[in-house]
């Protein structure tokens, strides 16, 4: 078999090494028009802020791709032939495939904004991006990031990395409102002044205005204000890479349409990753997943299909995780950002300190764990996920966060704190007891 593989992200390097296990023999090709080989994609704002070199965000030596037969052609895929099974590139001869995967992953949304065509404004999703970024921001004296999403906060650091004042356009009440519940976007707001970046909320983009030279000297808002941006950031979001797929004919929506087996309207042809749109997520999921974790995901389950052994992929409880400047975020299962009928929410946020816990649970006889967030504490994954799958109740989850803890061992300890204010809160269900704690630091706390 000769599986080939159109993009060498997250989720095309995961299948290509599972198929190598799956089946040692299989040819496998990554054709990549990005890099010459794969990089960690969160670690790219690293790069611009000087933090880490290029050989450093390279999850794996040049060595090992030879090593373990996997063939890098660094080439632009231009069009599909599915009726020969061939692959054009820009510069070197068509690829013959048996099986192909199209990990195409994303760009930048953009609403059609006047004046978004203009020099210094640009999103921030490939390696190209960052380049331009290090090439277009020297010198600049204001900037404005666009969206109050994970990567406009990204854009944010970066530039309060260079000094260079930036203000972010939220069109939300709070922070990420989409996202985050009202507590959780103020410790992050908190986060952005902290740091001096200037943030304002209920407010869109208008229009972008150009100098003579064809860059962007302002922008112009919802408000009415006109603010003076040499640099503008968008972070509105990002769009599946769709040319490539509608060459050969595939069925499209957003995103290439897929089946649970990763499987598109041509035999032989599958997709994962932030191009993929599943036609049928089940009810609570999303239809595209633009996540590195997901992505991940994704390239693994489609590698068994792709070995003959048809895998429908099964996400599990939702996972993220991500950096507000210091401020460490991690997100499980279902936590809405508003009330819910028949769903409750519990918050801990000490009166001194910047970090905060939720849980969030049905309102049913066991209480069941929905979701869980923490901000500037760090849980266990392995502990959370298995929660969720068991269905296990929010009590049972107080009584044993010592056991999801992933703090350092000497960090600040919350969790008598935690149950003391559940405890507090809930006064007609019986007290809550943490058991006792695994590792050096052991207690034993009774309400």
Not at 70 to 75: G, K
Not at 80 to 102: C, F, M, N, S
Request: charged content about 20%; aromatic content about 8%; glycine content about 10%.
């Amino acid at each position: 078999m000769h599986l080939v593989i159109i993009g060498n992200g997250i989720a095309g390097v995961s299948c290509a090494q599972t198929v190598r296990r799956l089946q040692p023999e299989a040819r496998i090709t990554l054709v990549s028009s990005e890099s010459p080989h794969h990089f960690s994609r969160p670690a790219l704002m690293y790069l611009y802020m000087g933090h880490m070199r290029w050989e450093e965000v390279k999850p794996y030596a040049d060595w090992y791709w030879p090593e373990n037969r996997l063939e890098l052609v660094h080439d632009h895929a231009t069009a599909i032939d599915a009726e020969k099974r061939l692959v054009h590139l820009a510069a070197g001869p068509p690829l013959a495939y048996d099986a192909l995967l199209l990990a195409t992953g994303a760009t930048t949304r953009y609403a059609d904004w006047p004046g978004q065509q203009l020099s210094g404004v640009q999103g921030l999703v490939s390696k190209a991006d960052v380049e331009l970024m290090a090439a277009t921001t020297p010198g600049v004296q204001q900037a404005v990031v666009v969206g109050g999403g994970l990567i406009g906060v990204e854009l944010a650091e970066m530039l309060h990395a260079h000094r260079i004042p930036v203000t972010v356009l939220v069109r939300d009440a709070h922070y990420w409102g989409s996202v985050l519940p009202p507590e959780e976007a103020a410790l992050v707001d908190a986060e952005f002044r902290r740091h001096g970046v200037q943030v304002q909320y209920r407010t869109e983009l208008a229009e972008l205005l150009g100098d003579e030279g064809g860059r962007v000297r302002a922008v112009r808002t919802s408000t009415g204000q006109e603010l003076p941006a040499q640099w503008v950031g968008i972070a509105t979001g990002v769009q599946p890479n769709l040319s490539l797929a509608q060459s050969a004919g595939l069925d499209t929506d957003r995103g290439v349409l897929v089946d649970e087996l990763l499987q598109t309207s041509v035999p032989g042809i599958y997709a994962a990753g932030d191009c993929a749109q599943r036609r049928l997520p089940p009810p609570g999921e999303a239809a595209i997943e633009p996540l590195w974790y997901t992505g991940r995901m994704q390239g693994e389950t489609v590698a068994h299909t792709i070995c003959g052994h048809p895998t429908p992929y099964r996400r599990g409880p939702w996972f993220n995780s991500a950096k507000f400047f210091d401020l460490e975020y991690q997100t499980y299962g279902v936590v809405p950002p508003r009330s819910v009928e028949g769903q409750a929410s519990f918050w801990w946020q000490p009166d001194r300190g910047h970090c905060g816990l939720r849980l969030h649970y049905r309102l049913d006889d066991n209480l069941t764990l929905l979701g869980l967030n923490a901000l500037g504490l760090r849980l266990r994954h392995a502990v959370c996920d298995g929660w969720l799958r068991q269905g296990i109740s929010v009590r049972h989850a107080l009584e044993h966060l010592g056991e999801a803890n992933f703090d350092p061992e000497f960090f600040p300890q919350h969790e008598e704190a935690v149950l003391a204010a559940f405890n507090r809160q809930n006064p007609t269900l019986p007290p809550l007891v943490l058991r006792r704690r695994k590792g050096l630091l052991t207690r034993l706390f009774s309400a």
